[in-house]
């Protein structure tokens, strides 16, 4: 116990590096020892006075991670550990917990209601490797054609409301260390009955006849208040971070509403003709001003909730093709990856639906993708790249999460992204 004494006396005199150094040494020598808690919660400690916020997050995890899956016993250092990831997590917000690379699972709210143990199933995520989850704060189109329940997963007067199970999932997440993103799709809220007064229509491209589409307007001004309310209420859940999901059709070019229109020509001038057909001559100019009009909710909504948690993490999902095919993505989809790092936001890239499973191939498509976003990539704490597992049922999952882990593209790049099930269309 030598070791420990001496680390002690240099942890006293401000010797912090020594300090640290005489720990490391104790830690990785004595396994089993009875003060291995001790050492690690010094340890933790000494990195946190020299400055190194990274190390001191890594070990505070290590050592809760040795807790049980309950609340750890109050006085142990697991419990000291857990309080001060809390306030880092509170003090510092998402910044802290983005020093080091994240792991993160995406899963449906549809999938968390088949995990009989989500406390138990968590801390096995966690001892996987998976650092932080993302989590659909609310029923998906997929879910209600067939025949699913529509609605949150969350407590709101403003949606109907499915089972409120993010107040377990957050708790037991943060027990662990991890951090938890809602993910919440904006342009096809399959999670409530919508205003028709929000709808947009599409042109027929033959005979111009317009259609109703089952999308919102994002841009309609009172949609965007009652959104800003209902993240009001997700924020109270405690989450450390918001992805706004991408759509999951094309088409985003040729939709309108009177409203949007109205916005548009304020800016530009008439664009449709007295028949009132579509954007025709202008379709680059409005799908531009359209994705950067909603891009800048996106911003504001960022900094509406910042007022209550400052640094509040929110994130913009786009599909690969902004990444491989902008023109396109822009045209269909409304994703523009320069227009959304230009507004500090983070961008989550999912995979492509039918992409291999096999790891060199994830190795050289997330490159591919790397080297693209190269030019606009700025800060890559920023920047979140997904890859599909092929995991049938949530015991399974951890298996699959450990065995990408262990390979080259689970151990090195920016944020990591694991979907399970088909990715999106």
Request: aromatic residues 10%.
């Amino acid at each position: 116990m030598r070791l420990l004494e001496s680390a002690y006396r240099a942890f006293a005199q401000e010797r912090y590096p020594l300090a640290s150094a005489l720990l490391q040494r104790f830690v990785d020598s004595n396994p089993n020892s009875h003060r291995l808690k001790e050492a690690r919660w010094w340890l933790a400690r000494s990195y946190e006075e020299r400055g190194d916020l990274p190390a001191a997050l890594s070990v505070y995890r290590a050592l809760v991670g040795e807790a049980p899956r309950s609340t750890p016993l109050a006085g142990s250092y697991e419990y000291y550990a857990l309080n001060r990831l809390d306030e880092f997590r509170r003090s510092f917000g998402p910044s802290s917990l983005l020093e080091r690379r994240q792991i993160a699972l995406w899963l449906t709210g549809a999938d968390w209601l088949t995990i009989p143990d989500v406390g138990l199933w968590i801390a096995q995520l966690a001892d996987a490797g998976v650092t932080s989850l993302i989590v659909e704060a609310g029923s998906s189109s997929h879910q209600t054609m067939q025949s699913g329940p529509m609605g949150v997963y969350f407590k709101t007067s403003k949606a109907p409301v499915i089972e409120d199970f993010f107040t377990v999932i957050v708790p037991a997440a943060h027990a662990k260390g991890m951090a938890v993103l809602a993910s919440l799709n904006l342009h096809e809220p399959a999670w409530m009955t919508a205003n028709s007064e929000w709808g947009i229509v599409m042109a027929n491209r033959t005979d111009q006849v317009f259609l109703p589409v089952g999308h919102i307007d994002v841009l309609h001004p009172d949609y965007q208040r009652f959104v800003g309310k209902l993240a009001q209420d997700l924020l109270r859940t405690d989450i450390d971070g918001l992805v706004v999901g991408p759509r999951r059709t094309k088409g985003f070019a040729e939709e309108w509403s009177p409203t949007s229109r109205r916005m548009f020509e304020g800016q530009f001038g008439p664009s449709f003709d007295s028949q009132d057909h579509s954007v025709s001559p202008d379709a680059w100019r409005w799908a531009g001003w359209k994705t950067r009009t909603y891009l800048e909710f996106v911003a504001r909504l960022t900094q509406q909730l910042r007022q209550t948690r400052p640094g509040f993490l929110v994130a913009v999902a786009v599909h690969e093709r902004a990444v491989l095919s902008p023109a396109d993505a822009l045209t269909e989809y409304g994703e523009d990856v320069f227009e959304t790092k230009q507004r500090g936001l983070h961008l989550v890239v999912q995979p492509e639906p039918g992409m291999s499973e096999r790891s060199d191939e994830q190795v050289a498509r997330l490159e591919t993708i790397r080297q693209r976003l190269a030019p606009t990539a700025g800060d890559e704490r920023q920047l979140w790249l997904g890859i599909t597992l092929g995991a049938a049922d949530p015991s399974s999952l951890v298996t699959a999460v450990r065995a990408i882990l262990a390979t080259k593209v689970g151990q090195v790049g920016p944020h990591l992204l694991l979907m399970n099930g088909p990715a999106i269309p």
